[in-house]
């Protein structure tokens, strides 16, 4: 998949092939149809958040479509249509979702 990557601390942005994600047992992968951009986002290429753990992925608003759920998610299937909210955690840029 394309991922909007920040290498390191205020070292800017750039946009690369990255491994496709597995869902650990209490996840979900999610193909993402649609991403926004969120203040979040900007602070972070800004530098606002100097504890981050880098490299890191942008973009944690997204809707899109359940490909494949852990062996523990029950909530979530193959073919949900979903959204991420803040309520959730996600691994982001991963587009993987926990319970
Ligand atoms: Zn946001």
New binding site residues.
Partial sequence: MKAVILPAHKQGYRIEEVPDPKPGKDEAIIKVNKA?L????LLQIKGFYPRSKYPLILG??VVGTVEEVGEDVKDFKKGDSVKVE?KFTVRIGLYTLKN
């Fill in positions: 926004a969120c203040y979040r986002d944690h608003e803040k």
